[in-house]
């Protein structure tokens, strides 16, 4: 089974890449919620996206080891702060060849790197459990990619920090 971790909520830092964002210690109780709520397998492997906010939540919910896959980074969005992020990534689904705001990558781009990313590791790791650790938009791209149906936004609203989405 394939458990697709959204990172835990970030100390986000106006000015900074979201990509270099930190995990926020005040949100450390509720990714050990997550690890103790039994949405987790006991045996997986493990791996996650480069991004710090995407690691250090993955080394709270194991203590076994974590790969680092960098194609696993969530959309790339540098540039300036965007005050309607919501309205920005709809924008970016609607439109997915064309950057929604200044500094993002076209989303087309996230989509191939990801969905490729994850399929060689599922090939790689056959029926084995596999938790990926990393970002919602990312996930709703590979949910999206894995069974076939549109991206579900709604879906991606109602993420929690953390969130797991399983399929089997």
């Known amino acids: 089974m394939l458990h697709l971790v959204r990172h835990g ?3 986000m830092v106006p000015g900074m890449p ?3 964002w930190d995990l926020d210690p005040a949100a450390y109780d509720d990714v050990w919620a997550l690890r103790s709520s039994g949405r987790l397998p006991a045996r997986a492997a493990w791996l996650a996206s480069p991004e710090p906010k995407a690691l250090q939540t993955a080394g709270l919910l194991t203590d076994g080891e974590v790969g680092v896959v960098d194609d696993l980074r969530e ?3 540098s540039g300036e702060w965007v005050d309607d992020f919501p309205a920005a990534v709809r924008r970016a689904f609607a439109e997915p060849d064309v950057p929604a ?3 993002w990558e076209p989303l ?3 989509r191939d790197r990801v969905t490729r990313a994850v399929r060689r590791i599922l090939e790689v790791h056959g029926d084995d459990d596999v938790v990926l650790t990393g970002h919602g938009t ?3 791209l590979v949910v999206a990619d894995l069974t076939g149906e549109p991206p579900d936004l709604d879906r991606w609203a109602a993420l929690a920090m953390p969130d ?3 399929l089997p």
Do not use: D, K, Y
Request: positive net charge; proline residues 5%; glycine residues 4%.
């Open 18 to 20: 979201a990509a270099e």
């Open 164 to 166: 797991v989405i399983s």
């Open 138 to 140: 990312a996930w709703t």
């Open 108 to 110: 087309t781009a996230c």
């Open 101 to 103: 705001a200044v500094g």
């Open 9 to 11: 909520r970030p100390l």
């Open 75 to 77: 959309h790339q969005r």
